[in-house]
């Protein structure tokens, strides 16, 4: 189906035509109200960023009831499927067709420069229709940054910053702390003397 938004066309595709195309895409795409977007092609940087988050988190979180999975799609809602770059999923995963539906407690995103907004606006909006969701974590690519933003009771939100080398940052919801040094080292230049 096509649209018009502001005068200019937009396809639109069902739920089904984008959960089938998924199947067969060379690149991951993300699904927002009807729309296709696909994601970008990480930079060096995001990439060991990625890898490295990844690995300290497996390593803290052990043999426990959680675990990281990197680039996992997750349904938020009906009409929205998204990709966060690492999704970490307690007790039983609940999945349909490759798509994860239910156990994302921890979401981490590496920022960029073309979707910094984004992760920090609506795609966040977006995470908090997880009813499991408890913390949202974005990753400097360019400075030791850490940000968490953990979720109350009252599902009010209580952010904290870690931004430097020697930081360790504490996710509350998962009871482990990840030094800085063990994701930035060789990433970021140290500072000056």
């Known amino acids: 189906m ?21 199947q067969t895409a060379e690149f991951p795409s993300e699904y927002v109200d009807g729309e296709i977007f696909p994601i970008e092609l990480a930079t060096l940087a995001h990439g060991r960023l990625l890898a490295r988050m990844g690995h300290s988190l497996t390593d803290k979180l052990g043999s426990g009831p959680c675990y990281a999975g990197v680039q996992v799609s997750l349904r938020v809602s009906a009409s929205r499927y998204l990709l966060p770059d690492i999704a970490v999923i307690c007790g039983k995963p609940v999945e349909e067709r490759g798509v994860l539906v239910s156990g994302a407690k921890v979401i981490i995103e590496i920022l960029s420069p073309t979707t910094e907004g984004y992760d920090r606006g609506a ?22 940054l850490v940000e968490v933003y953990t979720r109350q009771a009252d599902a009010s939100w209580v952010y904290r910053a870690y931004e430097t080398i020697d930081a360790t940052a504490h996710f509350h919801s998962l009871g482990i702390d990840i030094p800085l040094a063990e994701v930035y080292s060789g990433i970021v230049d140290p500072p000056s003397a």
């Open 2 to 22: 096509i649209a018009v938004m502001g005068g200019l066309p937009v396809t639109r595709f069902s739920v089904e035509e984008y959960l089938a195309s998924e």
């Open 123 to 144: 795609k966040f909006a977006f995470y908090r229709a997880i009813p499991a969701f408890e913390e949202y974590v974005l990753v400097s690519q360019d400075t030791p």
